[in-house]
DNA sequence: GGAAGCTTTGCACACGTGTGCAAAGCTTGC
DNA sequence: GCAAGCTTTGCACACGTGTGCAAAGCTTCC
């Protein structure tokens, strides 16, 4: 009882000094070395079912976690996946970050959050904090960074996979949408429709993907002898879709257009209501991504969607596909896209 | 020139068997100590001029990072910050996530993001691994952790940070918009709108802000004589919103809808609408929470705005308020809430 | 030039874990 | 009971950093 006593004590010294419960804490209480408790918890160690018992209640009586920065050490690398994000509260963005955050968690990787919004030299800071976790992937979804960080992540064998974004001859793999396939299915869906007078919304953003989407556009469009009306200025927002209907449609007589994202569509489409424009009757419209509000009733956009379980997929399979050595087997996938039709374009004619 | 082929040659043979440039390897370049080299890198350690010089010098032409993971071995504790959260893409919640991950990073934080959508055992397990990477804090926006697990954390000096959702006795900081509050504003103006055949909607999900939002609204309007019409089923999206509509407005002759979030309230409004119901004439509806949807043209929903900016405010507080030993001074914030009047409920009467 | 005071430096240890390996212990078969 | 073979164990080292402290070095003043 006096021993015990004694030891209960010594027990809360050590606690006092430092926060978590450690390893030889555990081992203390079970009457084990440290290395049992080390070995109790490494999935196909040795140890006895007598030895792993006592550890087991002690580590429970203590609450005893590993320290997986500890762990992390050893490996040179933490199970960390960095990912790289502005914009968080977009639909298409939000949708992003809950399916890819959910999936690395299923695969036992924990997702470093870096919030891009106030990267306004670019985010190579983020990268390199990021580095200093010795994460195991980046994974880049707004943002372009520069060769130079992109090789810096090589040569420390952490991938770096850019998603919607271009490469520009670094060593990063890229998963992108097929932009110029969907801006092609929209020019067709827009003819099709017996569309003659033709405009595109972009915004100010020189996103690759939007700036790539409404090029595509405007080049189908012309391909059929006719010139689009451009709008691509102001941020990426529904607001900017109100305000590119209340330009375009002032100044011309529009009865078909692309919106490169399905928030700019759907501003455009409340935008054109407003000004007395009967949708698809006067005017047909499409979107781009298909997020959720698109199916809303009040909206029911006919947009081309990128499946996100299709992105997700891939971001996965780059980051799990093994580097040998330092010759690195890109990913260069281009996903399809498809038309969903809804409400908002005229029937063929 | 042979001295120093060979010394590069012993770099790249370091390099092979490790990912990451160590300290050794730049003091080996340098020409200094190790020690020397983590002066360079702790700030307001002792370095001269001309020894800083040559080590950042080295860690440039190596692509050194400092390891966090290490560093954080030292002080037991990360600077990271488990956020754990689900249905990060519904407009409230994206929203909330973008701005506490930015504020995080702003303060020299990390965001460690677990996303709840699959616990179905409760978040335990999600928070066990968080304990596992020395976090600093824990903010949970989504799930009710029991006191067992937030005990644990507080007994390893983890704050836990209940945003939106109650205690129930443990030591954990709760920060909730004042939900009893909007629910008494909305039930104000909607009898000031001359509704006298209310209904409200919630969900199946047993969220406690939810559930306290239409418990205080049936009472509110309770105590002016009226019975509420109840919709508590299905899960918290746009979808159950229409499905609410199709349900309380084909057995009920309603004049007023309070619906406990603005993604409920904006399902509810189409649904009405293909009843051909005129919103505000026939019916006035109300929301809560205030998402961007809400302010487009074609809702306009009049609503109960939560002020994101005061939670994530709060959050931070939070994290930051210091620990005097184990006597640990909890947060118990009640945010206030406001009307924001739009179009969806008629004037007063 | 020497003494005093200040700055800088490298050594050796800490932090908490996993693991190679020799030693100890256990089990099985004769 | 002993030998052979297998399992388990604890020691000591590794991983990459920060830091206390004694020693070395530098600067200033008389």
Redo the contacts between chains.
Sequence with gaps: MVASSDHEDHLKRDRAT????TAEDVARLAGVSRSAVSRTFTPGASVSADVRHRVQEAAKTL?Y??????R??IS???N?VG?VGA?????F???Q??EL??AL??RGM??????A??AEQGITPLI??I????VRAIVVMSGSPPSAIID?CV????RVILVNRQADDAEADTIISDDLGGARVAAERLLRAGCRRIGVVGSGARTPTQVRRRLAFVEHIEEAGIKSAVWASGETT?ETG?EAAKGLLTSHELDGVFCVTDLLA??F???A??MGRRVPEDLSVIGFDDI??SA????RLTTVRQSMSDLTGSVLAAIEREMHGKETKLVHEVLPVELVERATVRPMS
């Design positions: 430092r926060n978590f419960v609450g976690r590993v320290n997986r920065l500890a992390s050490l040179d690398q933490s960390l990912v914009n968080l509260s977009l639909p963005m939000a949708r970050l809950d955050s959910l968690l299923n924990q997702c470093l959050l870096l919030n919004a106030e390199e904090l580095l200093e976790f010795r810096e040569a420390n064998s952490v529904y109100i759907l501003g489409l409340d935008g209501r407003e959720p509000q809303w009733a009040s909206y």
